[in-house]
């Protein structure tokens, strides 16, 4: 069999996905390798290797392929791309620019580097860099899918939903099959009409399309009906997480293991011992609960003209997992010896990271919901930073995160019930274990009070934050100067406070019998 079959045969094994099918596809290609090949080849069987290692999740190892097959030929981008791919994926900004800058150098106007350049950016929350890249990419290819759909998400991130959803149908238009437009255009899309309601459901009942293609479908059909049939709503949003739930691997014991060790290892910790900071940003950390206010709060606190709100930033998650977890238990001996000689190792990750938004003001607020895990560490290693945790009825808190669509792979607890209930037990504690530790320098606010008392908790806020009040800060929905919400609140956000969404899970008690008895 010659090459050029062999490896076609490798693209079919990589693109079915499953673990059987990518270590055959590592075997045969390992084996090719070895063969006396132009450079051309060798290069391009390299690069094939690391896609099939960083589908395996042997990153390291992937890294070294591409590598070597941009060192064979460097005329070569695909491994480029994919290098800035994955430092890209793990926030690491300089090395991903430096391999940007490269493809850019070499194959401008390659669409896979500018629809990742333009990924790099939006990240960065850097939005006339994202814009230019996806609009450049579009005039090349005026009919790709995978950047009209970004282009229209980023347009829902900046609120004009309006250009959204026209970029939505028409992708539906290109391609009816392109499941993930269908909910995206439900959602932004005010006037639905019947046409696109009955693609909807022919496409559903389609037993030629495979059930686990359908969540998206689902998801779509459970915001049509969410304001007129709770049972259809219910149904259609059980099915989508049904399936979504089948594709993620959640890790209870995984989640119990880290849990433990960092109480463990903080039970005597003196949390008043802190780093000295160089860095002259104030951090403000919103933790708490997914759909529990966090992005509210953040909208409130970034209409302050001293503020600028992140949304969700990784780099503490990141730079604890880094530096200080080792088979996922906290590594207390490694940080204290840190701590002795103030190498504040963890605000260094984290500010070398943060440089690259180029944010002008002085207080930034990140709400990565997962910092619940390290105040702590948030406490000691940025010692002027403020320490918010976001409350809310937890029926509301439990329904919404059912409700929701969260792509990220830390939500893969998101979809089923028993899930969810192992996930916030092991949230309880550990929140009540640094809420031990840390007494007053946590700040608790109800998403209750805040919606029903708005100025007064406002005003707390702000005092808690060393915040002068302003004006402002009380009309969040006409925020200018942050421009992008990125996360699942992306319309609510954008809308004054409004009070009903307060025991919006009443009327779904019926459905959720075991998820409710246990949120009192």
Not at 192 to 210: G, M, R, T
Request: hydrophobic share 35%; charged share 25%.
């Amino acid at each position: 069999m010659n090459i050029e079959l062999q490896i076609q045969k490798i693209n079919q094994l990589i693109k079915k996905g499953n673990k059987f099918s990518l270590s055959s596809a590592l075997e045969k290609s390992l084996s090719i390798k070895k063969k006396n090949l132009p450079p051309n080849v060798s290069s391009f069987v390299s690069n094939l290797i690391g896609i099939t290692l960083q589908k395996l999740n042997r990153i390291d190892e992937s890294i070294k392929y591409y590598e070597e097959a941009h060192k064979i030929d460097e005329r070569n981008v695909a491994p480029i791309n994919n290098l800035a791919y994955i430092y890209q994926n793990q926030s690491d900004w300089t090395k991903a620019k430096s391999y940007f800058d490269k493809v850019e150098k070499i194959e401008p106007e390659n669409l896979i580097f500018l629809i990742n350049i333009a990924n790099f950016y939006a990240s960065l929350h850097l939005i006339d860099k994202t814009f230019f890249y996806l609009e450049k990419a579009n005039k090349i290819s005026p009919n790709n899918k995978q950047i009209l759909f970004n282009l229209a998400n980023n347009y829902a991130h900046i609120g004009n939903f309006k250009e959204s959803a026209e970029i939505f149908e028409r992708i539906i238009n290109l391609d009816k099959n392109f499941f993930p437009a269908y909910p995206q255009l439900v959602k932004y899309n005010k006037n639905l009409d019947k046409h696109l309601l009955d693609s909807i459901i022919n496409l559903v009942n389609d037993k030629s399309i495979p059930e686990e293609l359908k969540a998206d479908l689902y998801r779509a059909l459970a915001t049509v009906y969410e304001k007129t049939n709770d049972d259809e709503f219910f149904m259609y949003l059980k099915k989508s997480n049904e399936i979504e739930n089948k594709k993620k691997d959640f890790n209870k014991e995984y989640l119990l293991v880290l849990k433990e060790s960092l109480i463990r290892s903080f039970e005597h910790q003196d949390l008043e011992k802190k780093f000295n900071i160089p860095e002259n940003k104030q951090m403000i950390f919103i933790c708490g609960l997914p759909r529990s206010g966090s992005t509210l709060v953040e909208q409130i606190l970034s209409s302050h003209s001293k503020v600028n709100g992140q949304g969700e930033l990784e780099y503490v998650r990141l730079g604890v997992e880094n530096l200080y977890l080792s088979e996922n238990k906290f590594d207390i001996n490694k940080f204290n010896n840190d701590l002795s000689k103030n190498n504040n190792c963890l605000a260094d990750f984290y500010f070398n990271r943060l440089k690259f938004h180029q944010i002008k003001e002085n207080v930034v607020v990140d709400k990565a919901l997962f910092n619940f895990q390290y105040m702590g560490l948030l406490n000691m290693c940025f010692p002027n930073s403020k320490i918010i945790l976001t409350r809310r009825n937890l029926k509301d808190v439990f329904f919404s995160i059912y409700r929701n669509h969260f792509p990220a792979s830390i939500m893969n607890w998101s979809n089923n019930e028993d899930d969810i209930l192992a996930f916030n037990e092991a949230y309880e504690s550990l929140v009540a274990f640094w809420k031990s530790k840390l007494k007053n320098n946590i700040y608790e606010i109800n998403y209750e009070n805040l919606v029903s008392d708005s100025e007064n908790e406002i005003k707390k806020l702000l005092e808690f934050c060393e915040l002068n009040f302003e004006k402002d800060c009380l009309n969040h929905s006409k925020n200018k100067s942050n421009k992008i919400i990125a996360t699942v609140s992306v319309t609510q956000a954008r809308e004054p406070i409004y009070k009903t969404a307060i025991d919006k899970s009443k009327k779904y008690e019926k459905y959720f019998t075991k998820l409710f008895s246990k949120s009192k």
